[in-house]
């Protein structure tokens, strides 16, 4: 069971605001789909390491080369607050 | 109780920014004084889509480092992310290592107060450095050109018991670091950071006291300062009968004291996982052996071969090994005069005085250890005094220009022609008849250290000041 | 020239030959895109410069410059790929106003091949959803029937194709965000080998899972931009540097020796009895072209939907966290930035940004991964994962390629499943296991249900052995009873 107090705690984490009526929702879905998903603590796993990368990829490494495709004003441009090239967001002090 | 009751408990992190030329998963570059969001690009502003991908560089130099600090390299070791909310972190999660570390299990070993000390390399951790917040009061401004700068997480155990050990230990680290030219160790731009977990606990207690993280400390004399300050509160504070709360403390340099940060509420939750878009770093024995193979001789090794093969005391093997590019530098001027005692002084009086003053690194110093070596040799062979070659230094200092040249264009070159300070000696015992009287009459005492002076200067200070001294006792008596 | 039925290839070698220019081409295409899209939904930006893309096309051709393959065939690119100096916003809030400076890897490759973007398509938010309905753009037709979902999370590009708005899309894929809506609407739709294309400029729903994929009218068709936007990229750690076959030039028909494994777990789920009568057509075809049919089993599928979901969570939570209002896309409306809070300045941005679905997998994510949960939730899946992938692994000892439905229905209507979170991830157990195991798979469309809709056969083949998948694929779609069968709206 997830409860409402639960839901706001990891909403909190998540950084999410969400409403009493959303936690309510999210109470009682995650609790329901998680209940169903824990029909894998069924699966014997012991000894099985954990698969992050399905696929059989070569390792590939950057040489340490440096290449500047854009400016900073390219960077900053989608910003929705700036001043200059620098970011700008409430005081966090 | 008194504090001699407590002891305290120190353990510390050390970032050591690798200096790669670009970052641990972009190509921006890395250079310090940029302008502002200049060294950045889509995947270090975290823009969706863009993807890290590992700089070789930061690998070899963590792994250096590692096998520097005696650590076990893994020859698989996995990044995580490390997920927190915070305006200088672009992607909402800093790419780490978390169960999985490049380095374990090392050792440093330094002397304190002459005593020998070891500390334990818990463990050393390659992740991505974080942007700069500029506070403005109203508002904050991020620049992320700091943003992706690959870092080295350095972590001692809970090993010392002082700030001087603590500081040491710092010190050690940094050199070693400086040796391996993997980090470039300036602690005021941030390339080394120093966070030190401190507690206090009874000496008759087994279990450790509640830590506290101190940051900010940006150079060893805070660390030292920071602790000691650090150490006197949290024994003040059990002996109030109150307890230690778990918190970050920042060090104030200007009011000499550490002050709450951040409380540690119910701890932190980072919600470690496996970084899915990079594949675990993988290397393999022969590359780490290969890396050892090149290893530069440490400063350790170094000290000790100095006091062996130079006859230097510790003070002066000390100094000599404290930066690589000085124990090169006297290396490197012992050989060509033969004379390793005479270029451990000159190097140590004379070259690191005007060094200081001039605020200059020993690389950038226009006088070649070459040409120290050849005025060390000057002198061995008598063709200048020492006192002579004071002068000549200097000239070498300012222009440059090697010893041969500044002695023959002055015509430095020391008299050792008996007939001719035969001459220089009997014109100053002439011009002083009143004087000599008086000392061959015993009225006046000391006069000889006179009459060596008046030769030398009539010398120009070029005299041999063996046969000056030989040739005024002969004149003297007869 | 008749552009809405012409391969890619005669559209490319018209526009080389100069029987018709690039700029023709687009602008026939964009004028049908404009006009279909009224009613379908299925363009969210249009791009305004695909003119002078067509007219430097032209302008090479007549210097007489070589082109690639793509030369003058105009793509639509689903949301979620960044296409430079175009909106990207992955159908949600957050990235409102989000314009990348950079381009894709594989819209690079399109582009250097010669294709022009005529615009971006629709699709639910982050890629989150099945059905189309979840996008800030509201939701999207299915182009054969305007009460039905084109299915997600690519309805746009499943829509656009299927009423061929342009000669081709490009889709992703997560959980069968290509395959199930291609299945959908009709279309030819391919998840590669996780490797296979670049994701670098892909906005990242869940990173293990993700593929770009074409969506196509036909399997030739999607063979081709396979081809072309596959590869090794020294931007993307996880893209294989295995060379890229030729697939267009193997593509064949000849299926003798071909062992074709129906999966047995697939024949025992309650299909619906359009699906499973497609199934079994699909089969006896196979059959008669020579293929060997034998039964395969994955014990574990059951999981699947656990195990997808699960990880598919854990990684968006992370993957989201970049929307934050700091760096581009939206941020709340706060009227005072100095007396804002840190924490409330994110979780007002986020909660107003994100839309419901979205914000339950990243509350899921977010749980599963936080500290007590992480070893039986995210771990676990992990380990079941890797036993799954050995599971398909024996099975490809035993066959080819594997033959599913790719949904156990045909589409639903629009609104009907959107309530029930649990329900609508339980229709994804064919499609997201493909996606565990990072198997190339694909649909293709194959029947019609007795309701007049689309129903595509899901083929999945070994790791990187795309060219036996697009075989068979191809030897269905020759023999496909839905072959010719057009939407209403075309």
Known sequence: MIDKKTIQNIAKLARLKISEVEADD???????????????????????EPLVTPAEIEVHWREDVVEQEHTAEDMVANAPARAGNLFKVPPVV | MSSNDFEAVIGIEIHVQLNTKSKIFSSDSTTFDSGDNENTSPVSVGMPGTLPVLNKKAVEFAVKTGLALGCNVSQKSVFARKNYFYPDLPKGYQISQHDKPICEGGSVSFVV?????TVSITRAHMEEDAGKSLHHGDCTLINYNRAGIPLLEVVSGPDMHSPAEAAQYCRTVRQIVRYLEVCDGNMEEGSLRCDCNVSVKRKNESTLGTKVEIKNVNSFRFVEKAIEYEIERQIEVLERGESIIQETRLWDPDKNRTFTMRVKEDAQDYRYFPEPDLLPVTITQESIDKIRQHLPELPANRRERFKSDFGLSDHDADLLTSEREIADYFEETASACKNAKAAANWIMSELLRELNQGSKQIQESSLKPSDLGALIRLIDEGTISGKIAKTVFQEMWVTGKSPQEIVKEKGLVQITDPQVIEALVEQVLNENSQQVAAHKSGAKKNLFGYFVGAVMKASKGQANPDLVNKIIQEKLKS | MDLVNSSLTDISNAVKDQKISAEEVASFFF??????????????????????????????????????????????????????????????????????????????????????ILGKLNQDEFAMGSSNETSIQGAVQNPWNNKYVPGGSSGGSAAAQASRMMAATLGTDTGGSIRQPASFCGVVGVKPTYGRVSRYGVI????????????????????????????????????????????????SKDLKGIRVGLLKECMRSSLHKDVEKSVENSIDELKKMGAEIVEVSLP??????????????????????????VKYGYRSDFKNLSSVDLETFYSQTRGEGFGAEVKRRIMMGTHALSSGYYDSYYLKAGKVRRLFVNQYKDAFKQCDV?????????????????????????????????????????????????????????????????????????????????????????
């Open chain 1, 26 to 48: 999210y109470s009682q879905q995650l609790t329901q789909v998680m209940d169903y998903f824990e029909r894998i603590s069924k699966i014997d796993t012991s000894g099985v």
């Open chain 2, 113 to 117: 107060d002459g005593v020998k000390k």
């Open chain 3, 31 to 116: 004028k049908r895109m404009k006009d279909l899209n009224q009613s379908l939904n299925a363009v969210v930006f249009e791009d305004e410069n695909f003119l002078s893309a067509a007219r430097v096309i032209d302008s090479k051709i007549s210097k007489g410059e070589e082109l690639g393959p793509l030369a003058g065939v105009p793509f639509g690119i689903k949301d979620m790929l960044c296409v430079r100096n175009l909106p990207a916003t992955a159908g949600s809030k957050i990235l409102q106003g989000f314009v990348p400076p950079y381009d894709s890897t594989a819209v690079a490759k399109l582009k250097n091949a010669g294709a022009v």
């Open chain 3, 204 to 251: 990242a729903y869940a990173s293990s899972l993700d593929q770009v994929g074409p969506m196509t009218s036909t399997v030739e068709d999607a063979a081709l931009t396979l081809e072309v936007i596959s590869g090794f990229d020294a931007k993307d750690s996880t893209s294989s540097q295995r060379a890229v076959p030729e697939w267009t030039r193997a593509l």
């Open chain 3, 300 to 325: 574990l599928i059951e999981y699947a939907v656990p195990v997808y979901y699960l990880i598919a969570a854990c990684e968006a939570s992370s993957n989201l966290a970049r929307y934050d209002g």
């Open chain 3, 402 to 490: 594997i033959l599913s439905p790719v949904t156990a229905a045909p589409a639903f209507k629009l609104g009907e499943r959107i309530a029930d979170p649990l329900q609508m991830y339980l229709n994804d157990i064919f499609t997201t296991s493909t996606n565990l195991a990072g198997l190339p798979g694909m649909s293709v469309p194959f029947s019609l249900s007795t309701d007049g809709l689309p129903i595509g056969i899901q083929i999945t083949a070994n790791h990187f052995d795309e060219q036996r998948m697009l075989n068979v694929a191809w030897a269905l779609e020759s023999v496909a009873p839905a072959k010719g069968k057009r939407p209403h709206v075309f």
